[in-house]
């Protein structure tokens, strides 16, 4: 490659020649015009220039596994309290209103703050609250919805605001993509889905638990058993509190101590 490259260097050097034409009136122009001559062009290799940088050596440090994934397993995990159950298209806007979103769910005090609006934005139809009057955290541990829970805008105040008014799970027919993402980015609640439309059977006050391992919701108030789709491989990052908490927890990146 070298051998093609060139540095081309040119000589600007100019020559004059004086000479004395005169083609119309001496008068109007110079006694003499001066014509330039060029030098023959220079070619110089562009290696004899050229110095390479020295080669220097990458290393990789991985950091030691804190964690293993396995203490993170959820196979036995469960849930066990009463459920509030929703409808479809509950919009993220009913789950916590734009107005509440200046709340900082990392200061402790306002996230606790955050709690206490979970599901406020839901309309009068739904005579029984998610949180009960002058109180700040819910008694439905687990909620129970729809088709495309979570739709609407994508924030993550969504989620966050349900964990931290007390519930552990939602189990709906289906979600909104980002609700999910967030759902497990936060590590607030388990967003399980149905595949059967459990909201149509259950009401709000029933005592349910859920299995993890076994995929599926008992309705105690009902004697029914549902089951669920598996969770996968987003229970252990919701088990550890979130995506960077899993990931300091597994080894992936330093722990904050360090």
């Not at 014509?35 to 070619?43: G, H, I």
Request: net charge neutral; aromatic share 10%; with cysteine.
């Amino acid at each position: 490659m070298a051998a093609s490259l060139t540095r081309i260097s040119y000589s600007s050097a100019f020559t004059f020649s004086a000479s004395k034409t005169s083609v119309f009136s001496p008068s109007l122009f110079a006694s003499s015009i001066k014509v330039p001559t060029f030098s023959p062009l220079t070619a110089k290799p562009l290696w004899s220039t050229f110095t390479p940088h020295a080669a220097h050596a990458i290393s990789f440090t991985t950091h030691a596994t804190s964690t293993p994934a396995s203490v993170l397993d959820t196979s036995t995990k469960t849930f066990h309290g009463l459920c509030y159950v929703v409808g479809d298209n509950i919009d993220t806007d009913q789950i916590i209103p734009a107005e509440y979103l200046t709340l900082v769910p990392s200061n402790p005090a306002e996230y606790e703050k955050l709690g206490s609006y979970a599901l406020i934005g839901l309309p009068s139809s739904y005579a029984t609250r998610f949180i009960g009057p002058n109180e700040t955290k819910t008694k439905y541990s687990i909620v129970i919805g729809g088709a495309n829970f979570g739709c609407g805008s994508s924030r993550e105040h969504a989620p966050v605001a349900l964990g931290a008014a007390g519930a552990k799970a939602v189990v709906a027919e289906s979600y909104a993509r980002i609700f999910f993402r967030n759902s497990v980015a936060t590590g607030e609640v388990y967003p399980l889905e149905s595949e059967a439309r459990i909201c149509e059977e259950c009401k709000t006050g029933d005592v349910v638990t859920i299995e993890l391992g076994e995929s599926r919701l008992i309705n105690h108030s009902t004697g029914k058993e549902y089951k669920l789709k598996s969770i996968g491989d987003a229970g252990p990052v919701i088990e550890a509190g979130g995506i960077f908490a899993y990931a300091r927890k597994t080894g992936m990146i330093p722990s904050q101590s360090n």
